[in-house]
């Protein structure tokens, strides 16, 4: 009960056993929740960042930037949004110079991208970064979206972002050359549609984020088929009659 209800002290837990029929005396509940080094209930009350991510999931996007060195040593750079509950990616833009009017022109068209179902969203978590003016800030203002910037140097408080960007590097950007923007915006593109509709995800019960998990299959089996994307760089499998 302790764990599962953190505002509940020794007291609240003892008053729940009496409506269960259990006679007991406080102190019965207090010296094992001690015993097992449970905090009384005003400590374990403190919401932790990871807490209200969790709590806060379904109406949370992240972004970020992430930077790509193409092969004439050209750095680019590139906006993204995840949706932090189905972990959907929006590739914003691609640029060679992010100022805060480029970004927040990409802040506007997510805004058009996303009309259909916008208003579930609530909290838009970035970092500090010049880039996100207050101009960026009044275009999410406008529609009721509010801006939780990050501690200094805490990438781990834009965890899903951060994570999406490895994943990107390991499985797309590590694996082959950049030679340009276009590429660049193609390759991302084509690894986004990838990303959302196919991939499965642990956190999601290894559905995709589009995609739900496909019914399972007829005892006789079905004929697997693959289709390779990325010039054959990511195999994605699928079943047919």
Not at 18 to 39: C, E, F, H, N
Not at 53 to 73: G, I, N, P, R
Not at 117 to 135: E, G, V
Not at 213 to 234: C, K, N
Request: proline share 5%.
């Amino acid at each position: 009960m302790a764990t599962e209800n953190p505002t509940w002290g020794y007291r609240r837990i003892h008053g729940e056993l009496v409506q269960l029929g259990y006679r007991v005396a406080p102190s019965t509940v207090w010296l094992p929740l001690k015993r097992a080094g449970i905090d009384p209930a005003p400590r374990r009350t403190e919401l932790t960042w990871r807490q209200f991510l969790s709590a806060q999931a379904q109406s949370m996007l992240a972004c970020d930037f992430f930077h790509v060195d193409t092969v004439l040593l050209r750095r680019l750079y590139v906006l993204f949004v995840i949706e932090v509950a189905s972990r959907r990616v929006h590739i914003l833009g691609v640029t060679t110079n992010p100022t805060g009017a480029w970004v927040t022109q990409q802040a506007r068209n997510l805004l058009v991208e996303l009309a259909g179902y916008l208003s579930q969203f609530r909290f838009l978590i970035c970092d500090r970064d010049a880039k996100f003016t207050h101009s960026f800030d009044a275009v999410f203002a406008s529609e009721g979206v509010q801006i939780l910037r990050t501690p200094v140097q805490a990438p781990r408080a834009n965890a899903f972002a951060e994570r999406w960007v490895g994943t990107v590097r390991r499985e797309l950007l590590d694996r082959m050359l950049i030679f340009g923007q276009r590429q660049l915006e193609a390759v991302l593109a084509e690894y986004a549609r990838h990303y959302n509709d196919h991939r499965p995800h642990r956190a999601l019960g290894q559905a995709s984020p589009v995609a739900a998990v496909p019914p399972a299959a007829p005892a006789g089996g079905m004929r697997v088929v693959q289709v390779d994307r990325l010039g054959g760089l990511i195999h994605e499998y699928a079943q047919v009659a």
